[in-house]
C-alpha cells in the first residue's frame, strides 16, 4: 500500500512539475515573460505614444525618437525618473492609461474636444491641420479638393476637425477614407490611391521632407483648423501632472525646451511652440 501511495504520489509530482513548465512556456510565448516586464513604480515613469507620429515620437535606426520623447527623458533626468518609451495602438491609448500601464500619453496629443477627458497639462504647442497633395495634382486650394478623395488617421485630429468644425469642406470630397497611421495615408497619396492626406503640419513636413522627391509634394496653404497639444495624465491624476508641469516650467525658464525644439526646426517645431 505504502509503494503505491508512494508512486502516485511521484506522479502527481511529475504531473505538477509538467503543467508548470508548460504554463510558463506559454505564459512566454504570450509575451508575459516576466523577466521582461516594466514595473510601474515612482521611479518609472512610462510614456505612451504613436511610433508613426514624427516629429514628435516616431523610430528612427531602430530607436524610438522625437521632440516629446526628448522633453520626456530631460523631466525624468531632472526627476530621477526611468523614461520607458511605450509606443501604444492609438485607438487603445484610454485603456492603457486608464489600467496604469503608461502613466500619460504625450505624443501631439490634442488637448481641443478632449478636456474633460483628462487631467492635462500646460499647452505647449499651436498645432495647425493640413491638406498635403502632389505638387502636380492641380489642387492649389480647399476649394479644389471638391470631388476628390481625402485621407486622414483613425481618430486624429484632423479627423475631428473634417467631421466637426469643418464638415462643410468635408462633405465636398467624394469620400474622406481612414487609415490606421499617417505611414499608410502618404504611400497612399504616392501610388495615387488618394489625391490628399489631411494631417498635422509637423508630420506633413516630415513625410515631404523624408521622401525620395520633397518637390513633388506640397501643402496647400489655407490650413482646416488650429489646434494646442498637452500631456494627458488619467482623469483625477494631479499629482503626477503638478510634478511634471512644474519640470516643464523650470524648462521654459532656463530654455532646455527651445533648444530642444530647435532640434526639429525642419518639421517646424519652433515656430509652434508656445512661448511663456
Known amino acids: 500500500m505504502n509503494k503505491k501511495i508512494g508512486v502516485i504520489l511521484a506522479l502527481v509530482l511529475v504531473a505538477f512539475l509538467v503543467m508548470g513548465t508548460a504554463s510558463a512556456g506559454w505564459f512566454d510565448f504570450l ?3 516576466s523577466s521582461d516586464a516594466v514595473t510601474n513604480d515612482n521611479d518609472t515613469f512610462i510614456v505612451g505614444f504613436d511610433a508613426e507620429f514624427p516629429p ?7 530607436e524610438y525618437v522625437g521632440f516629446d520623447l526628448d522633453l520626456a527623458q530631460e523631466v525624468c533626468d531632472r526627476n530621477n525618473w526611468t523614461l520607458v518609451k511605450q509606443p501604444i495602438d492609438w485607438d ?3 485603456s492603457e492609461l486608464n489600467s496604469g500601464t503608461i502613466d500619460c500619453i504625450w505624443n501631439g496629443f490634442t488637448i481641443n474636444g478632449r478636456e474633460d477627458d483628462y487631467t492635462w497639462s500646460e499647452p505647449y504647442i499651436d498645432n495647425k491641420q493640413v491638406i498635403i497633395v502632389k505638387t502636380d495634382s492641380g489642387i492649389d486650394s480647399i476649394e479644389d479638393l471638391a470631388g476628390k478623395t481625402v485621407e486622414t488617421q483613425k481618430d486624429s485630429s484632423a479627423l475631428a476637425a473634417l467631421e466637426g468644425d469643418n464638415k ?5 470630397f467624394a469620400d474622406l477614407v481612414q487609415v490606421a497611421d499617417y505611414n499608410t495615408a502618404f504611400m497612399d497619396l504616392q501610388s495615387g490611391a488618394c489625391d490628399a492626406v489631411a494631417m498635422d503640419i509637423g508630420v506633413a513636413q516630415y513625410q515631404i521632407s523624408s521622401s525620395n522627391s520633397s518637390d513633388s509634394y506640397k501643402i496647400l496653404d489655407t490650413p482646416i483648423s488650429s ?8 482623469l483625477g491624476n494631479t499629482a503626477l501632472k503638478d510634478q511634471v508641469q512644474a519640470t516643464l516650467d523650470e524648462m521654459y525658464a532656463d530654455g532646455t525646451i527651445s533648444a530642444i525644439a530647435e532640434n526639429y526646426t525642419e518639421y517646424g517645431v519652433p515656430g509652434s511652440l508656445i512661448q511663456k
Open 56 to 62: 514628435y515620437g516616431f523610430s528612427e535606426n531602430g
Open 168 to 172: 462643410t469642406i468635408a462633405d465636398t
Open 92 to 94: 487603445a491609448k484610454d
Open 31 to 33: 509575451g508575459g515573460d
Open 227 to 234: 489646434e494646442q497639444y498637452g500631456v494627458g495624465f488619467k
